[in-house]
């Protein structure tokens, strides 16, 4: 079984820097279905969706986080910091290198350098 998708609501202007930073995380634009293109953009990465939900009043869990797994870690957290980003360095778990960065809506995205095994 896999998570098929997640939904983290968004400003409508911040949208074109939250797809731009979930590039940065291997996450490519697609089209929303049927009329949900009117309330959400959607990124997918292989089988795993991001939808971003047009919110006036968005929010960002305070402790929650999403978690994704950069096959290639160090190209990921040098792109990060190259557009900008923060990618602040947490305890290694699991044998594998990790960071927590906020997107620019402010959700806090776990960058993994491999999965817990």
Do not use: C, N
């Amino acid at each position: 079984m896999t998570l098929q998708h997640v939904s983290l609501e968004v400003r409508r202007d911040d949208v074109p820097e939250e797809l731009r930073f979930w590039a940065l995380l291997g996450f490519e634009e697609v089209e929303p279905a049927g009329t949900l293109a009117e309330v959400a953009a959607w990124v997918q990465r292989g089988a795993t969706q991001i939808h971003l939900l047009f919110s006036d009043d968005p929010v960002v869990p305070p402790s929650g986080h999403s978690a994704v797994v950069a096959e290639d870690f160090d190209a990921v957290i040098a792109a990060l910091r190259d557009a900008g980003f923060s990618p602040e360095e947490r305890t290694r778990h699991w044998g594998a290198a990790r960071v927590f960065v906020r997107s620019p809506a402010g959700h806090v995205v776990e960058v993994m350098a491999a999965p817990p095994a």
